[in-house]
């Protein structure tokens, strides 16, 4: 297992070189559509040469046979100046099918964010002002607004999203506190000392952000299920600079279910519950 101290690390490669996989078997056709021809070159030196064969030759013909020879040449040098033309046209528009996509996703991504953070930062400003007796409550809606929050932006249908709180003592346990998504609270205790538990804290530790597209391929060392049925993770710290409190993970049943969620996204929410919890 490789892990760094990037925003999120996958199993022995990155996120993004793990979800760009084999070229799609639709990816000739998408190149089709936006312009970009391979053959282009060579087809359109073909016809032009096709085209002064067919003159040269034509100046050497008499009657129907001469007629054909120009009309075809006339053909063949119309594709060899109109392909480039067309390809032009066809990369304009992909292009600008792109810019504008890319404006679409860029809103979505503001509405995303301010439906996101906008709950954060009441429970952040009544935390500020709340009393001692008021804090231990809104610390709690501050975790479920957390992990009910990542579970509906996730892109997975039954998703599982859980927080374990860190405790202190002689020795350090990982407990689940709350979950949301799919039905199912987590069941284990990360303890140290134990081998599960200890993975999960020497991970947690290193404020390191972990991600597994299967693991049947690639098991995880540690479970938060007695009997995990999930077959893709995603998991990390929720901590301050200078304080660990606990650990976010992300779960879902197929592989590959977790590659639409925004993993700057879920970071940026852990950083702001770690924020509420130290208030």
Not at 108 to 122: G, K, N, W, Y
Not at 165 to 171: A, D, V
Not at 176 to 195: I, M
Not at 240 to 248: E, F, N
Request: proline letters at 6%; glycine letters at 8%.
């Amino acid at each position: 297992m490789v892990t760094h101290n990037d925003p999120v690390v996958a199993v022995g490669e990155t996120i993004q070189n793990r979800l760009a996989g084999p070229v799609p078997p639709g990816a000739r056709a998408d190149d089709w559509r936006a312009g970009r021809w391979p053959w282009l070159i060579p087809a359109t030196a073909a016809c032009a040469t096709a085209a002064w064969v067919l003159g040269a030759l034509s100046g050497q013909a008499a009657g129907g046979a001469r007629v054909t020879m120009i009309a075809i040449g006339a053909v063949l040098t119309g594709i060899a100046v109109g392909m480039p033309l067309w390809q032009q046209r066809k990369a304009n528009q992909a292009r600008a099918d792109a810019v504008a996509a890319a404006q679409a996703a860029r809103a979505a991504m503001r509405i995303t964010l301010e439906d996101a953070l906008d709950p954060f930062v009441h429970v952040l400003g009544s935390l500020t002002t709340a009393k001692s007796a008021d804090k231990a409550r809104l610390r709690g809606a501050a975790v479920q607004l957390t992990v009910a929050t990542i579970a509906a932006l996730a892109g997975a249908e039954r998703v599982r999203v859980c927080f374990f709180e860190l405790e202190s003592g002689r020795s350090r346990r990982l407990r689940p506190e709350r979950f949301a998504g799919r039905a199912g609270a987590p069941t284990v205790v990360l303890t140290e000392g134990e081998p599960a538990g200890d993975a999960a804290l020497r991970m947690i530790d290193r404020r390191a952000w972990t991600f597994i597209d299967d693991t049947r391929r690639e098991p995880l060392p540690f479970s938060w299920d007695g009997n995990p049925e999930y077959r893709t993770v995603l998991l990390g710290p929720v901590a301050t600079p200078d304080q660990l409190i606990g650990m976010l993970t992300l779960d879902a049943l197929h592989p590959g279910e977790l590659a639409g969620a925004d993993p700057t996204l879920v970071r940026l929410l852990a950083d702001l519950l770690a924020t509420a919890l130290h208030m």
